[in-house]
């Protein structure tokens, strides 16, 4: 099956720095999502994008599907940023949308 | 509801006992999913169903585990004679669209379950 890689698997940042986080996979995806877990264990959506690029107030995300990776964009971080960060893609044809998952970057972010 | 909701949130189970985890989705939302997250580790696939029907099962571990989502809303997963090796987070996930669709598949807050 396909393989999600995550770089860097711990990250740790002074509040107001800048960040990238890296998603590599093997195949060919119909969907990448990234997702922000927090602290109680929540997963929550913020990009779903499996070509192009986005902006979302100071995150943004890049999908170069010929190149097989992401990158998620995080600038000025606060420490409410802090957390694990998922890639997950998405290659079956016409079946179940099932999400693979990437191990996660954890960010820590301090004050 | 806004969101999708799960209960309970925390259950604590003795070696043997038989568990359920229910999940409300999002109101309308024809795609339900079951992921299982071991600590430490990003979210497995378990099984899927596009309204009442579980089109997909082929990540439930063992045939202790069982859904089930018979008015295609809410959905069931049950778990019997539990082990030591089922304690995880227990997460569901929605979406809009049937089979074929790419959308965005939005998560409850999980079940956290821990097995004695």
């Known amino acids: 099956g396909i393989q999600v890689e995550q770089s860097p698997p711990d990250l740790i940042l002074q509040e107001g720095a800048n960040s990238t986080l890296r998603c590599n996979f093997s195949?060919?995806?119909?969907?990448l999502q990234w997702f922000h877990q927090n602290p109680w264990g929540q997963l929550i959506n913020l990009f779903y994008?499996?070509?192009g690029t986005k902006q979302n107030g100071r995150l943004s995300a890049t999908t170069v599907a010929t190149e097989r990776y992401s990158l998620l964009y995080i600038s000025s971080s606060q420490t409410t940023d802090s957390g694990v960060y998922f890639c997950?893609?998405?290659?079956?044809?016409?079946?179940?949308?099932?999400?693979?998952f990437g191990q996660g970057t954890r960010l820590t972010i301090n004050p | 509801g806004a969101g999708v909701s799960q209960s309970p949130r925390y259950k604590v189970a003795k070696r043997g006992q038989d568990v359920a985890l229910r999940c409300d989705p999002i109101?309308?939302?024809?795609?339900l999913f079951w992921y299982q997250q071991a600590l430490g580790q990003g979210p497995e696939f378990l099984t899927y169903?596009?309204?009442?029907?579980?089109?997909?099962k082929s990540g439930l571990p063992s045939d202790r585990f069982f859904a089930e989502r018979p008015e295609g809303s809410v959905s069931t997963l049950k778990i019997q004679r539990t082990q030591q090796e089922d304690s995880a987070v227990y997460l569901c996930?929605?979406?809009?669209?049937?089979?074929?669709?790419?959308?965005?598949?939005?998560f409850g807050p999980g079940t956290r379950l821990l097995v004695l």
């Open positions: 994008i499996p070509s």
């Open positions: 997950a893609v998405d290659t079956q044809e016409g079946g179940a949308q099932k999400l693979v």
């Open positions: 109101s309308g939302h024809v795609s």
């Open positions: 996930a929605s979406s809009l669209g049937g089979r074929g669709r790419r959308e965005t598949q939005y």
């Open positions: 169903f596009q309204n009442e029907a579980q089109l997909d």
């Open positions: 195949d060919s995806v119909n969907n």
